[in-house]
């Protein structure tokens, strides 16, 4: 049987729905199948996945007008088969109409009988001619709905960003998200420069550019293969990485010979960063709850040709110094958060988050701040990072840590401390004209910096703890 890139998408986004997963461990779980695809067809895949959860509720909009069950009632399996072919409808230039239809009731005929197939071809033929003439909710009565359905966001979320964002400015980010990101780099300077680089991948793909903020990065589109599969990946030549986690670990300024601890490491990008701008010398202490992830790590170390990174498995609310050989010059504490700001790349987050994750991990936050300072040297430094714009998990957090730790304080000498490298005094300039720096954080947010949205505030511990 010929793989079919519907059938099989259909398959992870059921897969997904059903559990706790996130969209990457159940692409993951059904590689084999995309592997197996044609080029073509591996990129349709992708696209129908990501497509539909990245307009799940304007997809859903259009269905409810010309579908008589609530889209609550509609069995998962079905609907996302109706979402995948409305995605093509309303989204695709290049499939025709009548395919998209055909192919949905054909993979309906054969996995759930012949009335849910009839179900299907029903909704999608009446939604093809009637599509046009559904309009969406009007911005001026009811702007967070308009916003949620426009933009395929929740509505608690629409609502929230409104509240600290405002109208027009939340439209911007829900536009922002949804545009499909180009892939973004990091060179790997141990082994080559960005120029160099640059020129290598040319025939790897389209619109090869630098990135404006971060000074190893390089971004483009199209890619002519899967990444993993380029020579200069395998030659260890970068890492992929956005510009926006590239500038976090620019922002903690690692230099030759320190001592740094990672404390949150996951599969390692801002770890081989540190490593790269410590010029492979020193120690990089990567530290994570989950081992797979630290053995997965320790590989790219190989591939990247690092040789100081030494990977502990721990959990840091439990953690104290004697878990580690003695203090650290320099801490990044890159908490798990929300991941409300890299929904440009991880569509399938807004659909499993709530106000009360928000709450619940800005309160692990605050606990893993707490462990994370004791661990920084007097006159050391610690970066506090998130994935998220939201401001419990920002400035509340910020704000809660420094009113308990009085050893502490916002560091500003990022921006002008001349016994600071070259290559750190060239990444403070260049974030503060992009106007990504102020007041000893920084904030990225997509609509502004075409970039994930991240936070991060830079401390600095005295000489003399209290």
């Not at 461990?25 to 959860?53: K, M, P, W, Y």
């Not at 979320?157 to 939340?170: C, D, H, M, P, S």
């Not at 260049?430 to 936070?455: E, V």
Request: aromatic share 8%; charged share 25%; with cysteine.
């Amino acid at each position: 049987m010929i793989p079919d890139p519907r059938h099989i998408a259909l398959d992870v986004l059921v897969s997904w729905q059903r559990s706790s997963a996130t969209l990457d461990q159940s692409l993951e779980t059904f590689s084999h199948d995309i592997d197996s695809l044609s080029q073509n067809d591996r990129g349709l895949c992708n696209a129908l996945i990501f497509g539909v959860l990245r307009n799940r509720n304007a997809i859903d909009w259009v269905l409810k007008a010309f579908s008589k069950p609530p889209v609550e009632k509609i069995q998962p399996r079905i609907l996302y088969l109706i979402r995948i072919a409305l995605f093509q409808i309303l989204y695709m230039d290049r499939i025709p109409v009548f395919a998209a239809i055909n192919t949905a009731v054909d993979i309906a005929k054969k996995t759930a009988g012949k009335k849910p197939a009839g179900f299907v071809n029903a909704v999608l033929r009446a939604a093809a001619k009637g599509a046009p003439g559904v309009s969406f909710p009007d911005p001026k009565k009811d702007g967070a709905k308009f916003i949620s359905i426009q933009y395929s966001l929740p509505l608690w979320l629409a609502k929230k960003w409104i509240q600290n964002f405002g109208f027009k400015a939340t439209c911007s980010l829900g536009k922002q998200i949804n545009v499909i990101p180009p892939i973004t780099l990091r060179t790997n300077t141990l082994k080559t420069d960005r120029e160099r680089l640059a020129g290598l991948l040319e025939s790897r793909g389209k619109n090869i550019a630098f990135t404006p903020a971060a000074a190893q990065g390089i971004c483009f589109t199209n890619p002519a293969m899967p990444v993993h599969e380029m020579e200069e990946f395998q030659l260890g030549l970068f890492q992929v990485q956005d510009e926006a986690a590239q500038i976090v670990t620019e922002f903690l300024a690692p230099e030759p010979g320190e001592k740094i601890l990672d404390t949150c490491a996951g599969l390692g990008g801002k770890t081989g960063h540190m490593a790269q701008l410590m010029e492979n010398r020193g120690i990089v202490v990567a530290a994570d709850l989950d081992g797979r992830k630290l053995e997965s790590l320790e590989s790219e170390g190989e591939r990247l040709g690092i040789d100081i990174i030494q990977t502990r498995q721990i959990n840091l609310l439990t953690a104290s110094i004697n878990d580690f050989d003695g203090y650290f010059d320099r801490v990044l504490l890159d908490a798990p958060c929300t991941g409300l700001g890299v929904l440009g790349r991880n569509p399938d987050t807004r659909w499993k988050r709530s106000r009360k994750d928000i709450e619940r991990l800005a309160g692990k936050q605050k606990k893993m701040m707490g462990t994370a300072a004791n661990l920084v040297k007097p006159g050391g430094i610690l970066v506090y990072a998130v994935c998220s714009c939201e401001r419990e998990e920002n400035e509340a957090v910020v704000q809660a840590f420094l009113s308990k730790r009085k050893d502490f304080s916002i560091d500003h000498s990022f921006a002008s401390d001349p016994s600071c490298r070259s290559t750190n005094r060239f990444a403070s300039t260049q974030l503060i004209s992009a106007g990504l720096l102020s007041g000893g954080c920084l904030k990225t947010y997509p609509a502004a910096a075409n970039m994930d949205g991240f936070f991060a505030a830079r401390f600095k511990r005295t000489l003399k703890s209290t």
